[in-house]
Structure formats: structure tokens, C-alpha cells
């Protein structure tokens, strides 16, 4: 099975729009001509956005890769900071949802409140250690999708960029920064899992969740993509 069909058919559900577009960018490609010239090309970085300089060893002008350079990664840079703020807005929710569950425990230990609040926080972690792994998934998927469109680009314009692109990717904040960022949260909820007795490792979390928690996991997902179309309608 092709790559393509592959993620669109491993995507979480309800966050298909904002993943890397590879089967766009993969059409757009097919628009360009496949070039046979000898052609060199350097990356450089305005505002953390990618540039492309093409230039051909004859001294002619290529065009076509040119044309490539300024729409096709365009294109590509939309795509990726839709990914980018996606991954932020849900990271931060899971962020925020724990804090206020921390506050909220302070401000009732002792009350008669206190257990039934317990309890309701215990299934709050459980659901916000779910989205850590989508999350966690998700980062991957993406990953693997930048590394295969930016080979198929190599491919079909003869412009050997993957080498220059590929480290500035890492550093996009679905990637390396927010795998950083995950593995803390991650630490985070463990800690207060432990204050409210939760047992169930993150990771390891039983997928067979009951009626109640998928409707309250549902929920959450909802309240998420809502900001992220905010985002994405702002984009």
C-alpha cells in the first residue's frame, strides 16, 4: 500500500484537515516538468519560514525550478504551519486542563467535595493521557510525511534539497520541540496521577475506554478542533 493511502488511513479522527498535506503536495508536484539540468539549490530561513535559491551550473535560468522553489514551497510551508498549529493548540489544552484540575484540587482538599473530585480528576488524566499519545502519534505520522514529499520532490525537479530541509524540519515545533514538550506534560500527569492514586501507566492506556469516557473524550476533541478551525480560518 502507497504512503498516501497509508496515512489517510491511519489519521486520528477529526484531526484529518490538519495534517500535512502529502497527497496535495504530492498532485502539485505532477504540475512540474521533471527537470534534467544540473541544478543546485541552498535553503535559508526568514522569520523560521523556508527560502529556496535555485541557480543551474550553465549560468541559464531555470525556471521551471524557480517555479518550484517559490509556489511548491509555499505550498509546503502553509501546509506545515497549519500541522504546527494544530499541535500547539491541543498541547496547550492538555496544558491548561491541568492546571485548573491541580487548582481546582487545591482549593477543595479537605472538603466534603473532595473525593467525588478526585474521582472526576482521575478520569480527566486518563483522557488527557489519550490525547498525549494521539499527539505522540501524530508528530510521527507528520514527521514521515515531510521526509517522503520532500524525497518525491528530489525526484521530480532534479533539486537535491531533502539534505539542507530535513534538519530545519526537526526543529518545526510538531517535531523535535514538541516531542520535548509531550515528554514533559507526560511527567506532569504522572505526578498528579500519583497525588490522586492513578495507576494505569500513560502509555499503556486501555483503548476498551467505557461509554462515559469516550463521550467526555469526544467532548474534549470537539472543544480542540473548534480553536484549531479558528486558527486554521485565520491562516
Known sequence: MKFGKQLERHKIRGWDAFYVDYNGLKRSLKGYPKSGKNLSASVSTAGGRLERDVSSSDGASPRDAVKVSQEWVAELQASIDRTNEFFTSVADEVESRLVAGQDELEQNKGSDFELQLRRHLQ???????????????????????????????????????????????????FNEPGKVRLEELQRRLERFGGELGVENSPWALDRGENTLAQVARISFFLGVISMALVVLAVL
Not at 123 to 139: K, N, V
Not at 157 to 172: F, M, N, R, V, Y
Open 123 to 173: 478520569s480527566m488524566i486518563g483522557q488527557l493521557q489519550a490525547t498525549l499519545q494521539d499527539l505522540t502519534h501524530f508528530s510521527a505520522a507528520n514527521h514521515t510525511a515531510l521526509y517522503k514529499i520532500l524525497k518525491k520532490h528530489d525526484k521530480q525537479t532534479s533539486l537535491a534539497l531533502s539534505k539542507q530541509l530535513l534538519p530545519q524540519i526537526l526543529g518545526e515545533t
